[in-house]
């Protein structure tokens, strides 16, 4: 079978019956081993994913915490969507977007229109901006992104641009590097071959190999990071978080560098979505038991959730591995100027503002960080593994998490917003170890109080 060295079914399968077989004391030690901070194996991580025991998945979750706690410390990274298209050519079976629903209400924004998106995105208080559209040759090619990345840049104070489209060829890609994006974000959807052809049915979404190979195009034209996911709820997650593992240490392995972000969509309602009910549903639990195996197994890689989930399984989440939200979130194109059910990817569940979004992270002792330094300073790809797996990073995502926070406080927060944050920050400004970061920290918020923006280490 074609690229079975990147997933290798039987492998998985295989792993997965010998995961069974662990005892309670193997599972404890692999808990145990995970505190290192230096990741799991494939063996491993297949005991922990078919663990259903209490108390194990206590001790799992709790060790998730710890791990997020030692590597990302409290910081929680926000962004929102922005949808350019819902028109697509392929025909994606849960999807509201495919090709034969024809109620949708079909819109590709021009690029004025995108940019007013960007600016009212920008009016929340957001600072990065995931562009996500459908896949249509003749409405959403390569120069149309391109141009939206641009543009957006020229016209708002968005300072990142990620990106999650179709896959594209290394010619395309070198285009989209060169029109400043940060991440570029694709998902397989499930790496199980036969449940994949029957969910993408028709269409350039058909060619599994195509899209599989897409984040290889990507590093090969030059693009750092990239970031992997499966839908959760079309095949046994068990097996696909396996074959995403699978994936990941291919990359690392070959590249050198493996995924920036793994995001974990679970399946939601769409509208005229050919699926009358989710395949495999996958329950609450384990949604928590998930996002802890993959904190465990490849500790340096950003956990993404989005606003497909509801408010309290989010609350809970932001502790458990959690590294980067999506909020005030639409997932239609112009949605953010004007609202319209009938042009929606799918429903979302968490309707709570980027404001409100902000107090919730505060009560929770999380500090929500807009930081884009990173990418602008270069830090990425593979440099910034290296300054991750050193714990670097910290001395510089600390302070700029408080000063972006700062920022936003200023210009776009509510009263009570305002009053939570200042609190968490005070806070965290004593937990700077270095003293003359802690000084110069103390002196750019001061600055930022007068107007300054976009102060960063
Ligand atoms: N059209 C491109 C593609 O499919 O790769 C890029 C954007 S697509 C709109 C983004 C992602 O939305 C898909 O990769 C899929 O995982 C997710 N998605 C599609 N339908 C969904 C649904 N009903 N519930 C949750 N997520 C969904
Ligand atoms: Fe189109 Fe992407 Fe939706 Fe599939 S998931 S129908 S490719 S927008």
């Given at each position: 079978?074609?690229?079975?060295?990147?997933?290798?079914?039987?492998?998985?399968?295989?792993?997965?019956?010998?995961?069974?077989?662990?005892?309670?004391?193997?599972?404890?030690?692999?808990?145990?081993?995970?505190?290192?901070?230096?990741?799991?194996?494939?063996?491993?991580?297949?005991?922990?994913?078919?663990?259903?025991?209490?108390?194990?998945?206590?001790?799992?979750?709790?060790?998730?915490?710890?791990?997020?706690?030692?590597?990302?410390?409290?910081?929680?990274?926000?962004?929102?969507?922005?949808?350019?298209?819902?028109?697509?050519?392929?025909?994606?079976?849960?999807?509201?977007?495919?090709?034969?629903?024809?109620?949708?209400?079909?819109?590709?924004?021009?690029?004025?229109?995108?940019?007013?998106?960007?600016?009212?995105?920008?009016?929340?208080?957001?600072?990065?901006?995931?562009?996500?559209?459908?896949?249509?040759?003749?409405?959403?090619?390569?120069?149309?992104?391109?141009?939206?990345?641009?543009?957006?840049?020229?016209?708002?104070d968005?300072?990142?641009?990620?990106?999650?489209?179709?896959?594209?060829?290394?010619?395309?890609?070198?285009?989209?590097?060169?029109?400043?994006?940060?991440?570029?974000?694709?998902?397989?959807?499930?790496?199980?071959?036969?449940?994949?052809?029957?969910?993408?049915?028709?269409?350039?979404?058909?060619?599994?190999?195509?899209?599989?190979?897409?984040?290889?195009?990507?590093?090969?034209?030059?693009?750092?990071?990239?970031?992997?996911?499966?839908?959760?709820?079309?095949?046994?997650?068990?097996?696909?978080?396996?074959?995403?593992?699978?994936?990941?240490?291919?990359?690392?392995?070959?590249?050198?560098?493996?995924?920036?972000?793994?995001?974990?969509?679970?399946?939601?309602?769409?509208?005229?979505?050919?699926?009358?009910?989710?395949?495999?549903?996958?329950?609450?639990?384990?949604?928590?038991?998930?996002?802890?195996?993959?904190?465990?197994?490849?500790?340096?890689?950003?956990?993404?959730?989005?606003?497909?989930?509801?408010?309290?399984?989010?609350?809970?989440?932001?502790?458990?591995?959690?590294?980067?939200?999506?909020?005030?979130?639409?997932?239609?194109?112009?949605?953010?100027?004007?609202?319209?059910?009938?042009?929606?990817?799918?429903?979302?569940?968490?309707?709570?503002?980027?404001?409100?979004?902000?107090?919730?992270?505060?009560?929770?002792?999380?500090?929500?960080?807009f930081c884009?330094a990173?990418?602008?300073?270069?830090?990425?790809?593979?440099?910034?593994?290296?300054?991750?797996?050193?714990?670097?990073?910290?001395?510089?995502?600390?302070p700029n998490a408080i000063l972006t926070f700062k920022e936003n406080l200023v210009h776009?927060?509510?009263?009570?917003?305002?009053?939570?944050?200042q609190?968490?920050i005070?806070?965290?400004i004593?937990?700077i170890?270095?003293?003359k970061v802690k000084a110069e920290t103390v002196e750019r918020l001061k600055r930022i109080e007068k107007g300054e923006k976009d102060l960063y280490f």
């Amino acid at each position: 079978m074609e690229n079975e060295n990147i997933i290798n079914e039987q492998k998985i399968f295989s792993l997965l019956d010998q995961g069974k077989q662990a005892t309670r004391e193997e599972i404890f030690e692999i808990i145990e081993k995970a505190k290192d901070c230096y990741g799991l194996t494939l063996e491993e991580a297949a005991v922990l994913i078919q663990t259903e025991d209490k108390e194990i998945l206590e001790t799992l979750f709790e060790t998730a915490k710890m791990i997020k706690e030692e590597i990302y410390g409290n910081r929680i990274v926000v962004f929102a969507p922005l949808y350019t298209s819902n028109e697509c050519t392929n025909n994606c079976l849960y999807c509201g977007f495919r090709a034969e629903n024809r109620t949708l209400h079909r819109k590709t924004l021009n690029i004025q229109e995108i940019v007013q998106e960007a600016q009212a995105i920008e009016q929340q208080g957001h600072k990065r901006i995931l562009l996500v559209c459908g896949e249509d040759n003749k409405k959403t090619h390569i120069q149309h992104i391109t141009e939206a990345v641009q543009a957006i840049y020229r016209g708002s104070d968005i300072r990142r641009i990620n990106v999650n489209a179709a896959p594209m060829s290394v010619e395309e890609f070198k285009l989209l590097k060169a029109s400043g994006i940060g991440t570029f974000q694709i998902f397989q959807e499930t790496y199980h071959r036969e449940t994949y052809a029957k969910m993408h049915p028709t269409g350039a979404k058909s060619d599994y190999d195509y899209r599989l190979t897409a984040v290889e195009r990507a590093l090969e034209a030059g693009v750092d990071d990239f970031g992997i996911g499966v839908l959760l709820g079309l095949y046994d997650y068990r097996f696909d978080v396996m074959a995403a593992l699978m994936h990941s240490q291919y990359m690392d392995e070959k590249y050198g560098v493996g995924p920036h972000t793994i995001s974990v969509p679970r399946l939601r309602p769409a509208l005229e979505s050919a699926l009358k009910e989710v395949p495999y549903p996958v329950s609450d639990q384990d949604f928590k038991k998930i996002v802890a195996v993959y904190r465990l197994t490849v500790p340096y890689t950003g956990i993404i959730l989005s606003t497909r989930e509801p408010a309290a399984i989010r609350d809970e989440l932001l502790s458990l591995g959690v590294s980067q939200i999506s909020a005030g979130s639409k997932t239609n194109p112009g949605g953010y100027e004007k609202d319209d059910r009938e042009a929606t990817q799918f429903e979302t569940s968490d309707e709570r503002s980027l404001d409100e979004m902000l107090q919730v992270v505060c009560e929770q002792g999380h500090l929500p960080s807009f930081c884009t330094a990173c990418y602008r300073a270069n830090r990425t790809g593979a440099a910034f593994m290296e300054l991750a797996k050193d714990a670097h990073i910290h001395e510089f995502c600390q302070p700029n998490a408080i000063l972006t926070f700062k920022e936003n406080l200023v210009h776009y927060a509510s009263e009570d917003t305002k009053t939570k944050g200042q609190r968490l920050i005070a806070e965290e400004i004593e937990k700077i170890n270095d003293e003359k970061v802690k000084a110069e920290t103390v002196e750019r918020l001061k600055r930022i109080e007068k107007g300054e923006k976009d102060l960063y280490f």
